[in-house]
């Protein structure tokens, strides 16, 4: 990701506040009147609305305190530590979603939120059957997973309707949509954000693709990306996978999946008129959705922007980066939005030398296995190989036949295609780590051009580390 217009966006979207939606005023008016409902009631209610939510959690961690943590985690003890009283003015002082945006953009926003709060709803039941230890703050980080696509639904009405239009076709995928309707991930814009806020640490860590590693932020991840097949009724290609990658992150089988999501959907539907939609349905465990998104052709194939592709080549041959995550930020954002490859990684060298996994990763967004890129050493295969010395390798279809039975077992699964680049990096004589890249879809094809433009871009990156390095040495 470019840092710099990433960063652009970090300073216009700061200062945006989300607003809350239209029901919340009358859901808390009945709270004020009953003075049974608990503190974990209350906060099970701001749930509801990321808005005010993601408000309270801010307002919390700003004051000064001696019962809790180090920061606030969970809407639980945001709402224990600034009372209900205060709950209640700042669901007075807030406009409502309706007062601040047009019809149509309220009822993007909306939409959105509702897939936020089911993906927090969702990410908390998962927390608790994984006997997590505070299943709250998992499922505020699921709420607040999607921070950049609420505060771009409040902020710039054209580009997320372009974007949320092309979601609607169903052969689109996410970053795919970002790519041709924004500038910038949304989830880098969101992550950016919960760091400069100081959301808490989980918030952060769930929109770093690099961190499905991680069994919490997987889960946050997973549920994120079920809450929006759930909220288009099951029929995207890619909801049997994801069923299935779910299923086996909790160690269950298919029906016990179901479920909990059948579980969560009627939790949600119990305010569905908040998000003005009417309730979703339940899974059948009888037929789930199949899982077929291996062959379904892309809705379209990324182009090359020489712009960005340029812009990454001067700053890598300049030689004047600053240090190594500049490096891998123009690198990342060259390969991907300058070549309009697809799914970019770099996976960097564990101290051992014996394993490689994933540090960076570009265009995965929805794809939280992806994240968890790692390539054992160990063994004569294509990757032991290539990092055996700066090398790239091109997999295409003139070398496919001799080569594809050389790529580790595992790194076949995860990928999914059988074309790709790769190249290993070094600092001098040291082995930093390799850069995968694809374009996802055999229909997509990768070319001689490309693969030039990515061994160069690679190349001048590698030099730049090794100049930092021998910076710091000397």
């Not at 564990?350 to 390539?375: C, I, K, S, T, W």
Request: contains cysteine; negative net charge; proline residues 5%.
């Amino acid at each position: 990701m470019d840092n710099d217009r990433l960063e652009d966006w970090v300073q216009e979207l700061e200062g945006v506040d989300l607003p809350l939606l239209p029901g919340t005023s009358s859901l808390f008016a009945a709270v004020a009147e009953d003075e049974t409902l608990s503190m974990r009631a209350v906060g099970r209610l701001v749930q509801r609305d990321p808005g005010l939510a993601l408000g309270l959690i801010r307002m919390a961690n700003q004051i000064p305190h001696r019962h809790f943590r180090n920061s606030v985690v969970s809407l639980d003890e945001a709402v224990m530590m600034l009372g209900l009283r205060c709950v209640l003015e700042r669901v007075r002082e807030r406009p409502r979603v309706d007062q601040v945006l047009p019809p149509a953009a309220a009822e993007r926003y909306r939409s959105t939120a509702a897939r936020c709060v089911f993906a927090g709803l969702l990410a908390e039941a998962w927390g608790e059957l994984r006997h997590d230890m505070i299943p709250s703050e998992v499922g505020l980080a699921g709420l607040l997973y999607g921070l950049g696509e609420l505060l771009f639904a409040v902020h710039d009405e054209r580009r997320i309707a372009r974007y949320q239009e092309l979601m609607r076709r169903g052969d689109v995928l996410p970053h795919e949509a970002e790519y041709v309707a924004l500038d910038v991930s949304l989830e880098a814009v969101g992550h950016r954000l919960a760091v400069r806020w100081g959301l808490p640490a989980m918030v952060q860590e769930s929109t770093c693709p690099a961190n499905a590693r991680h069994p919490r932020a997987l889960g946050v991840m997973l549920a994120a990306e079920l809450a929006r097949d759930a909220l288009e009724g099951w029929t995207r290609p890619e909801a049997g996978m994801r069923l299935q990658q779910a299923a086996e992150y909790l160690e269950c089988g298919p029906e016990e999946l179901i479920g909990q999501i059948n579980v969560a959907t009627e939790d949600f539907n119990r305010y569905a008129e908040l998000y003005a939609m009417d309730p979703l349905g339940g899974l059948d465990p009888e037929s789930p959705p199949a899982s077929i998104c291996a062959v379904r052709p892309p809705g379209l194939c990324l182009a090359s922007r020489r712009d960005s592709l340029g812009r990454a080549r001067e700053r890598l041959a300049a030689g004047s980066l600053e240090d190594r995550d500049a490096v891998l930020d123009t690198l990342m954002d060259g390969l991907h939005r300058g070549l309009g490859l697809n799914r970019v990684v770099f996976a960097r060298l564990d101290e051992n030398g014996e394993r490689l996994e994933a540090e960076r990763v570009e265009g995965a967004d929805q794809e939280p296995e992806f994240g968890r890129f790692q390539v054992d050493l160990k063994g004569d295969h294509l990757v032991t190989v290539v990092m055996q010395r700066p090398s790239a390798f091109w997999l295409h279809d003139g070398n496919r036949e001799d080569i594809w039975p050389r790529v580790p077992e595992a790194l076949r699964h995860l990928i999914g295609v059988r074309a790709f680049l790769m190249h290993s990096v070094f600092a001098g004589e040291r082995a930093e780590g390799l850069v995968y890249a694809d374009r996802r879809s055999q229909h997509c094809a990768l070319d001689a051009p490309t693969a030039g433009e990515f061994k160069a871009l690679v190349a001048l990156a590698a030099r730049e580390l090794a100049r930092l390095a021998g910076r710091a040495g000397g």
